[in-house]
């Protein structure tokens, strides 16, 4: 079992966070240095430590991340103008929480997705 994690504590509301949706696979909240008017990490419930652990066991929750994502964007109204979801992966993708997690960004136009 891998070690709690700073979102698990969220997951179960131990710690402060604005949820903006939860249900039997993942919790959603605002991110607390948003980088975009919308600025949503959706997580599993459940510790998956990086996009590189998944199995075919998590396919269910990894659906339902992307789908909380999209009618999230919808309830944000950032779904009209567009918005982007990212994932990044252990060291060279920049990752700090070792807790998988969609970032749900929007609100602005966001440029292109890497500086050359
Ligand atoms: P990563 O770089 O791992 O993809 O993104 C981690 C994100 O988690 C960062 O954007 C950071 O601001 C956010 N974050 C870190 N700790 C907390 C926290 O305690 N609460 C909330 N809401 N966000 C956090």
Known sequence: MPEDTIFSRIVRGEIPADVVHQDDLVTAFRDIQPLAPTHILIVPNRIIPTLADVSADDEAVLGRMLRVAADLAADEGVA?????????????????????????????????MLIR
């Open 80 to 112: 009209r103008n567009g918005y982007r979801v990212m994932i990044n992966c252990r060291e060279h993708g920049g990752q700090e929480v070792y807790h998988l997690h969609l970032h749900l960004l929007g609100g602005r136009p966001l440029g292109r």
